[in-house]
């Protein structure tokens, strides 16, 4: 609903902008295409498809050029890009964890440091959902996980639902901010920016989501102070601790040889994929069955990303043959509006988009387009990959839509209204929020670290 | 799997979902290919960062490989993830909608993804003529031919045609007899439901395989 909203109040002003001068621009066209564009998603066509056959029009209406005859190398290009193939390789490193009994191990071991802290095990909640969704990349994955393995802790316990399931869908939304995501795979690719700078910049940002959220976690316990579990002598919690070592070493191994400069973001996702099969092997459970499973997971998952990368190519190359996101970024750097106030409404949008939009789509349509401009207004293009990624996470956990929560609900043990989800996320949605705000003053928080490695 | 339908399903129809399943498979198999090839991809890459690290050798060609490997994986997969129903649709819309309005929307949807696929296949097809005309070889060590990964590539866009194209026979024949409900279950998109139980599933394989 919102989004819809924000959506329109956006086509109001870039019409009585067009309208009351400026350029002449084929309105009509363009209204036409936003209707097909609109009438495709209404009658949920597949997003690749919109936006293949959106190319194709744009490319029949407004291009004099054969560009048919590009259009198999523009197909072929992104496909065969040696920067893309760390899409597959991180899912299937995912997936091999996943089915390796990562998620009990982490939980179990997380919570034995965490759990005397006020607020105890909603700490480790965030904390694994975190460390999982890093390496899980998908934030329904992530919440399904570690909804089963941590809700189980709190039967019988005195913790308020809400903030046991708000910090469970939170702790889901740090996946694609914190090293290695796939949303920066595909901002790199897209907008030519190097993967790496955007993993050392993600770094500060994704530590200062996680301190809110612990502090939002603090001020609960604190408030609604619980009897705290007995001490455990040190050498008990040290040796649980053990259990952290592989997927600590894990970490070490994906992002140390990318910050070490030893291999790009594209080797690290091999020696991951590597790694996890040995830390598999360590539990006893690299089985044939599970990576024939896995492998099939990946596949499916890397054509699914690949079909819309297709579409979102087609569309791109026609739009930038046309000239179109140079034209917007003159446009609407030429409003007489400061440029943080652009780059709110250009983030409100993402707010709204985020809403009905899956991530990955949704970062695929609109970066091409945007990116100029954000250019244009003189920002810094790491900076905007971080912040971009933001907005999607916390548009991943806006109610009333976002997905994540609906999957928590579906698996309470407790029956309750679905309100309980969305009471519990709000304090972390504005955790976060104040986040990027922080950004937006201090953008050194995300440039400071790869301008000391670069 | 298959919910006891009321009364015996028309021949047609038999003949078209045996023709999909038929079509299903070989997209499940050639799935299988794509992702032990990334396995594969995995491996290849590693050996040649620890070559280069610690021996000072390298394939000097695994950046063009790799490449070809995701293409291939890419297009091998599709029409897999969509007997799947994997394909990512907006489908908030959708879902509200009664059956009778939701079931020819699913055939659009469909029609519309085979109209890309389509352009996909053929544009595939064109670069591979070049490169055969031309002759055309990458720039690494093995001056691999380009039609060899390229032709792989369009032969899986040309399965992912053909698994649109029996979908689209078993649908409009379900549509003919008055069967739309079958439609649902052959193109609906995933609910949150699948992908929860997707989830579990693989924890419970994490839980079960060690014991």
């Given amino acids: 609903m919102i989004a819809v909203l924000v959506l329109l109040v956006l086509l109001g002003v870039a019409l009585a902008t067009a309208v009351t001068g400026g350029p002449a621009v084929p309105i009509l066209e363009i209204l036409v295409l936003v209707g097909v564009f609109l009438l495709f998603f209404g009658a949920g066509v597949y997003v690749a498809a ?5 190319g194709i029009l744009v490319g029949l209406t407004f291009s004099d050029r054969p560009w048919w005859a590009f259009a198999g190398q523009t197909l072929w290009g992104p496909s065969s890009n040696f920067v893309l193939v760390a899409v597959p390789l991180f899912l299937l490193m995912g997936e091999i964890l996943l089915r390796s009994g990562l998620s009990d191990r982490l939980y179990r071991a997380l919570n034995i440091w965490l759990n005397r802290l006020p607020g105890g095990l909603l700490h480790t909640n965030i904390a694994s959902c975190a460390v999982f969704s890093a390496i899980s990349g998908s934030s329904v994955a992530t919440a399904a996980t570690m909804g089963s ?4 802790y709190f039967e019988g316990t005195r913790y308020s639902q809400r903030m046991v399931l ?10 694609n901010l914190i090293p290695p995501g796939i949303t920066f795979i595909i901002y790199g690719l897209i907008t030519e920016t190097s993967v790496g700078a955007l993993y ?30 007995p001490p455990l002598p040190l050498a008990v919690k040290l040796r649980g601790s053990v259990q952290l070592i592989p997927t600590l070493l894990l970490m070490l191994l994906v992002l140390g040889s990318i910050y070490a400069g030893l291999a790009t973001p594209t080797e690290a996702a091999a020696l991951g994929v590597v790694g996890a099969a040995v830390f598999a092997a360590v539990e006893g459970r690299l089985t044939l069955r599970l990576l024939h499973a896995s492998a099939e997971a990946t596949a499916r998952n890397t054509a699914l990303l690949g079909l819309i990368i297709f579409g979102a190519w087609l569309l791109n190359y026609l739009l930038t043959s046309i000239n179109v996101p140079q034209a917007m970024a003159a446009f609407i750097g030429g409003l007489p509006l400061p440029p943080w106030a652009i780059m709110a409404c250009i983030l409100g949008l993402y707010l709204a988009l985020g809403t009905f939009m899956e991530g990955f789509s949704m970062i695929i349509t609109t970066v091409p387009v945007v990116f100029p401009i954000v250019t244009a207004l003189g920002y810094d293009p790491i900076w905007f990959g971080v912040v971009v990624t933001m907005m999607v996470e916390i548009a991943q956990i806006s109610p009333p839509d976002g997905t994540v929560m609906y999957v928590l609900q579906g698996m309470r043990p407790r ?10 996320v709000v304090p972390f949605l504005g955790a976060y929020l104040l986040a990027v705000v922080l950004l937006m003053v201090w953008p050194e928080i995300a440039l400071w670290l790869p301008r000391m490695m670069y | 799997m298959t919910p006891t339908l009321p009364e015996p399903l028309p021949a ?12 299903a498979g070989l997209a499940a198999v050639m799935a299988w290919c794509a992702g032990w090839n990334y396995v594969a991809c995995a491996l290849f890459i590693t050996a040649d960062v620890t070559g280069r690290n610690l021996l000072g050798i390298s394939s000097a060609a695994t950046v063009e490989i790799t490449g070809y490997m995701l293409a291939v994986g890419i297009a091998w997969g599709l029409a897999h993830a969509l007997a799947r129903r994997a394909h990512i649709r907006v489908d908030v819309w959708v879902n509200r909608l009664p059956l009778r309005i939701r079931a020819p929307l699913h055939l659009f949807a469909l029609l519309a993804l085979g109209g890309f696929a389509a352009f996909c296949a053929w544009a595939a097809w064109e670069l591979v003529d070049e490169s055969l005309l031309f002759g055309a070889t990458d720039n690494s060590a ?3 031919p380009l039609a060899l990964p390229q032709g792989l590539w369009a032969a899986g866009i040309g399965a992912f045609c053909l698994m649109i194209a029996v979908l689209l026979l078993e649908g409009v024949l379900a549509l003919l007899f008055g069967r739309p409900e079958e439609l649902d279950r052959l193109l609906g998109a995933r609910t949150l439901e699948d992908e929860t139980a997707e989830a579990l599933e693989a924890v419970a394989m994490a839980r079960g395989a060690g014991r």
């Fill in chain 2, 12 to 23: 047609p129809l038999r003949v078209a979902r045996a023709l999909r399943r038929g079509v």
């Fill in chain 1, 166 to 175: 708000g910090s469970l869908a939170a702790g889901g939304a740090l996946g």
């Fill in chain 1, 415 to 424: 029956p309750g209204p679905i309100t309980d989800v969305f009471a519990g």
């Fill in chain 1, 149 to 152: 393995v941590a809700l189980p």
């Fill in chain 1, 200 to 229: 050392v910049a993600a770094l500060l940002p994704s530590l200062l989501v996680t301190g809110l959220f612990i502090l939002v976690i603090l001020a609960h316990g604190v408030t609604h102070p619980m009897e705290r579990p």
């Fill in chain 2, 142 to 144: 093995l001056r691999v």
């Fill in chain 1, 50 to 54: 919109v936006l293949g056959i959106l």
